[in-house]
């Protein structure tokens, strides 16, 4: 397994933009970083972005952040 597989990653319809956009909330809490018009090309450019991401931090010496989210069927009830 890659590194960046570790990162719960989803692409979601934004109605008010009228476009697709990609999040991943471990490694880019703001927000949505990338948007397109297809769900597929979207993801492709999340995936991208998140294993840029995992590679410069690794290439400036730090370890990625771990990874905290968790899809929701993987939620353990309290």
């Known amino acids: 397994m890659k590194p960046q597989d570790h990162y719960l990653k989803f692409v979601r319809w934004e109605e008010a933009d009228r476009?697709?956009?990609?999040?991943?909330?471990?490694?880019?809490?703001?927000?949505?970083?990338c948007h397109g018009t297809s769900e597929e090309d979207t993801y492709r450019q999340l995936c991208a972005l998140v294993e840029a991401e995992v590679e410069q931090l690794r290439a400036d010496g730090k370890s990625p952040p771990p990874a905290a989210i968790r899809a929701m069927r993987e939620a353990v009830p309290l």
């Open 19 to 33: 476009l697709y956009v990609g999040y991943c909330p471990d490694l880019f809490p703001w927000g949505g970083v």
